[in-house]
Every structure is written in structure tokens, then in C-alpha cells.
């Protein structure tokens, strides 16, 4: 090999070793990866000579450069290690720091408690051959209102009630557009068996019964001849699941625009002769949003119903302040 050329290595070699050893930051290490140990550096450069050596001396040279890369790189590595030991010492050096002592664990968190009611639900519903589906938070006040037969003049549009948005728009009040938008997607075929769990929005100042962002799950079940004691035995058998064995529910009366007849449905534990609990609303669907919901209300019927989903967890867990369930805190949360 001509010397002159491993002469030209060696002497390359070892100033790069002498820049690593005299470096005094990772990032000057950096630096030197970046330009002497780079593809384009001097030291690879020399790769570039192989052509003008003898053939029998070309594979010899091109490992002895290798070599030198893999030392200087090791070098580095090495080098870079202690700075990263030193400034382990230096942050450790705190006479109460004992690196030995086991570490602790990270306490594990675990669903909200309206999350694990919701999830239930979803699966009794589920098991009944409905599906879970989903609506927009933010509406707009055709789907939250005008498709849900609420006219114009009628108080829940009223601000006090509603959150409203530029352009028409308002925070839903209710999971109920998503019927509508359920009927749609079906394009106007029965069955229709879902339920729309989400977050709804008032504009109430929070107090122990109310928020001002809350859950609920709506339902909607549609086929030809459904009728009113289907929306009472699917509600029976739902709730009777939900609370562990058996409930009865009773129908009051009750107007809500999107239904006809409407009701309030209440219930309490079979045999029991206690008081009746206000549990949802209900109703069979209104012919006009079967009419908006594209189907024909003397083919189709229907029922449908919205419950509190907050409220069904605070009967579920005994627990008594609705603001309880957006605080966040720990304190509460840690108990389910
Ligand atoms: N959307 C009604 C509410 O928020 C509840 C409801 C849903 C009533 C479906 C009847 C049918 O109060």
C-alpha cells in the first residue's frame, strides 16, 4: 500500500481523536460527528483514493479506514457517556438522593363513573339488537329544533335555555337531533334501533341538580307496528338490567314536541311500594319528524327516549351533587 496515503490516514485519525478528547460539551461531539465522521468528511473522503491503488491493495486500505471510523466513533460514544454520567453526578449529588431506592409507582387511573354507566347501558341495548351511533355536539338549530317539530316561539329555544352559536348554530340541548340524523342515514328504510349517547348543553348556572354540560342517551326504535307497549317493555327490561333485578314503570303524560302521545317514565322496584323515580322522557315519534326523517308515518311507527345519563349514575352510586361529575377531583373520582 503506498505509505503515503496510509501515512495520510493515521495522521488523520489521530487528530480527530485529539478534537474528541479535547471537547468539552456533548455538543461539540456533535460537531464532530457532523463534520469529520460525516459521509463528506476528510476521513471518508479517502474512500474516494481507493481508485488510483493497486488493485491488490485496495480492499486492505478501504478496511483500514473503516476501522478508523468505527474507532472514532466509539470514541465519541464514549465520550458523550461521561459527559451524560457527569451530569447525572452533578443533578444527583443532593446528599438525600438515593439512586438505589426502588422507584414508585404511578397510580393507575380508571373510568369515570358515567363512562362505566354509559358503557353498561350500551352493551343491555346492544344485546336488544340496537346500535350505538353519534351526533354532533355543535348543532344547528334545524336539527336541534325546526326537524324535531319545536316551533319557533317555543320557550326551550329561549336564551335563557339554549346556548346559542353564530350563524344558527347552538350547542345541542338534546341528544334528539341525532333521531333525526339516524332516520336519514337509514334512507328511509325501517328498522331503525339505535341509541346516541353524548354530552348535551344548557345554559343553566350549575346547581346540585343542574349543569350546564351533561349527558344523556337518546333512543330510537322504528319498524311497522311498533307500538306504545313496546316502548314500555323495552324500557322495563333496560332499566330492570341497569338497577339489578326486576323494576316496574308507569307512563304520566307529557308534552314534548317530537312525540305524540308523550310521557314521563317513572319507575320503582317490583313489589316495592315505594315512591315512583322520575327516570326520562318518551314518546312514540311525531308523524312530522317521521315526515322529516324521510319516512311515511302511515307505514312506519316508532318510539323514543332520552334519559339523564348523570342523573342514572347518581342513583346508581348514591351520589348527591350533579357538579360532582365535571369537577374532575380526585377526591370523588377515586371512590367508583
Ligand atoms: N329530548 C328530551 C329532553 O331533553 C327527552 C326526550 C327524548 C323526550 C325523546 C321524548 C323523546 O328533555
Not at 449529588?93 to 431506592?101: G, K, L, V, Y
Amino acid at each position: 500500500m503506498p505509505s503515503s496515503m496510509k501515512a495520510r490516514l493515521d495522521a488523520l485519525t489521530a487528530e480527530v481523536l485529539a478534537r474528541i478528547q479535547a471537547a468539552e460539551t456533548a455538543a461539540a461531539l456533535e460537531l464532530i460527528e457532523q463534520t469529520d465522521l460525516a459521509r463528506k468528511g476528510e476521513l471518508l473522503g479517502l474512500m474516494r483514493g481507493i481508485k488510483d491503488l493497486p488493485p491488490e491493495d485496495r480492499a486492505a486500505f478501504g478496511q483500514s479506514v473503516n476501522q478508523a471510523k468505527t474507532s472514532l466513533e466509539a470514541a465519541v460514544a464514549e465520550a458523550k457517556q461521561a459527559f451524560t454520567t457527569a451530569a447525572v453526578v452533578a443533578a444527583t449529588s443532593d446528599a438525600c438522593f438515593d439512586p438505589t431506592e426502588p422507584g414508585g409507582s404511578l397510580p393507575g387511573g380508571h373510568l369515570h363513573p358515567v363512562t362505566q354507566v354509559r358503557r353498561e347501558i350500551e352493551q343491555i341495548f346492544m344485546s336488544l339488537g340496537f346500535s350505538v351511533v353519534d351526533g354532533p355536539e355543535m348543532e344547528t338549530e334545524e336539527f336541534n329544533f325546526d326537524l324535531l317539530n319545536i316551533p319557533a316561539h317555543h320557550p326551550a329555544r329561549d336564551l335563557q335555555d339554549t346556548m346559542w352559536l353564530e350563524g344558527g348554530r347552538v350547542m345541542r340541548t338534546h341528544t334528539s337531533p341525532v333521531q333525526l340524523r339516524a332516520m336519514r342515514e337509514a334512507g328511509g328504510k325501517v328498522p331503525v334501533r339505535v341509541i346516541a349517547p353524548g354530552r348535551v348543553f344548557r345554559n343553566e348556572q350549575p346547581d346540585a341538580t343542574h349543569e350546564h354540560t351533561f349527558h344523556q342517551i337518546e333512543g330510537l326504535m322504528l319498524d311497522e307496528g311498533v307500538s306504545v307497549a313496546d316502548l314500555k317493555g323495552v324500557l322495563r327490561l333496560v332499566l330492570s338490567r341497569i338497577f339489578g333485578g326486576s323494576v316496574e314503570v308507569r307512563l304520566r303524560p307529557h308534552y314534548f314536541p317530537f312525540v305524540e302521545p308523550g310521557f314521563e317514565l317513572d319507575m320503582r322496584r317490583t313489589g316495592s311500594d315505594g315512591e315512583w323515580l322520575e327516570i326520562l322522557g318518551c314518546g312514540m315519534v311525531h308523524p312530522e319528524v317521521l315526515r322529516a326523517g324521510g319516512l311515511d308515518p302511515d307505514v312506519v311507527s316508532g318510539f323514543a327516549f332520552g334519559m339523564g345519563l348523570d342523573r342514572l349514575t347518581m342513583m346508581r352510586f348514591g351520589i348527591e351533587d350533579v357538579r360532582w361529575m365535571m369537577s374532575g377531583d380526585p377526591r370523588f373520582l377515586t371512590q367508583f
